[in-house]
């Protein structure tokens, strides 16, 4: 399903030994441990754009250590993904969300973020999956009508595109942080964020669902210094010692 990113392209991608490449010769390699990289230049916003490698870690340490089962679960729940079918994570991070998903649910998994950090642990840890590095914000290499379900969980939003790769059948879950996310931290968010992302999609979709899930875990310190890291917070904010945190999510389903 992947095509060329390549300005006025967009050809279909194929796949051989090492690398993948399109009829107009356009190929982009596969990196060692999977994951393929079609980020054109003029869609870097920065010499190394999205995630760092410390933020990176830093949430991959706060999923091993359990605290954001809850969300998973709700987000689980709210997705209902079954065998089988093609599920696009744009702004997929370390994979932690659609990489579990998939193992329990046996959907196919294909992610996309900017980070090559990000995309990289990915491919790492979840090897089964398709993992892309692109700017999905400008576009998604993917055919029109490849997913039956796209997940947006607390990344950007590209309406067009999603509606795009999604089919007329499919659905599209979108998780933001609530206000009370991290409230400890960075104190209480706007409470406007989930009528603004509705109408960002009031054009190609209708919401059909909304929940919030909540949980509160007790941090050492060095876990509330990851979630310093990952939200690019200064560490000299941190506690001395642990604290009780807040993670929240609103979660959004949309139908085309």
């Keep these: 399903m992947l095509v060329c990113p390549v300005r006025d392209c967009h050809l279909v991608l194929r796949r ?10 356009h190929s982009f390699d596969i990196a060692r441990s999977g994951y393929v990289n079609l980020l054109q230049p003029q869609e870097r916003r920065s010499k190394n754009p999205g995630d760092t490698a410390e933020a990176v870690a830093a ?38 969300y659609l990489g579990s998903l998939a193992r329990e649910s046996g959907c196919e998994a294909h992610g996309v973020d900017i980070s090559i950090p990000a995309v990289d642990a990915a491919a790492r ?21 490849s997913f039956s379900a796209v997940l ?19 659905r599209l879950l979108v998780a933001l942080p609530a206000p009370d996310d ?43 210094e990851d979630i310093l890291l990952a939200i690019y917070r200064p560490l000299q904010s941190r506690p001395a010692e642990g604290l009780q945190v807040t993670f929240s999510l609103d979660l959004l389903l949309f139908r085309p």
């Design 16 to 25: 051989e030994t090492g690398r993948w490449h399109c009829e107009r010769g």
């Design 59 to 96: 949430r991959r340490r706060l999923h091993d250590r359990g605290v954001t089962a809850p969300l998973l679960r709700g987000i689980a729940e709210m997705a209902a993904l079954t065998p089988g079918e093609a599920v696009l994570d744009a702004g997929c991070g370390d994979g932690f």
């Design 125 to 145: 840890r979840y090897p089964e999956g398709e993992w892309v590095v692109a700017n999905a914000d400008r576009f998604v290499p993917y055919a029109s009508g």
């Design 182 to 224: 991290f409230g400890e931290l960075r104190g209480t968010g706007r409470d406007d964020r989930v009528e603004r992302t509705i109408d960002t999609f009031r054009r190609d979709f209708r919401l059909v669902e909304q929940r919030r899930v909540t949980t509160v875990a007790d941090l050492d310190a060095a876990s509330v």
């Design 152 to 170: 947006s969980i607390t990344a950007r939003m590209n309406a067009p595109e999603f509606r795009r790769v999604i089919r007329d059948d499919g």
